[in-house]
């Protein structure tokens, strides 16, 4: 078995990772490429893949790319948000949501959310995502609050958390600086168990 040096190890990574070779054509082949993309902060993570991709490369260009579905931003992995190839979303949650979600049952306790409340949410959800009209979380607050759910700002987000890391939903078109949310299952293709 050959060693490397580190210089060898460095310069592979770098190329393997398209810092140093051939730029992509698209956000969503470097997504692909990656597996899961951190996008915690949205601006960051679309330089991220820009530097993946050929020189003139925009942010609005890969929002466009975002929106018609190239792929989606959802929380997996951790509580953190991350792009995913839609065909990856399913079989990542499957794999890592249920150990994400556990790891938040304490802060849920905290919060006093329990399952009939998630179920709640998961329903008021399903009517107000049904069809072609992505939502804000600002736009689910007064939906939330017309069914008698939690709308202050942690409670809410906890509760948008859950129902992506059950694949309930996730992201639709931004719209400006804001995310939206769609139905996983009115969005994402059939995934195989």
């Known amino acids: 078995m050959r060693t490397a040096s580190l210089p060898q190890v460095r310069r592979r990574r770098l190329a393997t990772q398209r810092l140093s070779a051939a730029g992509l054509p698209h956000g969503g082949d470097v997504v692909r490429l990656l597996t899961a993309v951190q996008s915690q902060d949205a601006p960051l993570a679309a330089w991220s893949l820009a530097m993946r991709m050929p020189p003139g490369t925009t942010c609005a260009g890969l929002l466009a790319e975002q ?3 190239g792929w989606v931003r959802t929380h997996v992995l951790r509580p953190t948000w991350h ?6 979303l399913r079989w990542m949650q499957r794999a890592t ?7 938040l049952n304490g802060r849920r306790r905290g919060l006093g959310l329990d399952d009939d409340l998630i179920l709640r949410a998961f329903g008021v959800l399903e009517r107000v995502l049904a069809g072609p009209t992505p939502h804000t979380r600002r736009e689910l607050r007064p939906r939330f609050e017309a069914a008698g759910l939690p709308t202050d700002v942690e409670r ?5 958390i859950v129902a992506e890391l059950r694949s309930f939903i996730c992201s639709g078109p931004p719209r400006g600086a804001e995310h939206t949310y769609v139905l996983a299952d009115e969005t994402l293709p059939p995934a195989p168990p």
């Open 97 to 103: 949501g249920p150990r994400v979600e556990s790891s």
């Open 67 to 69: 929106s018609t579905g």
């Open 156 to 160: 809410l987000a906890h509760l948008l």
């Open 83 to 88: 792009h995913l190839a839609p065909e990856d």
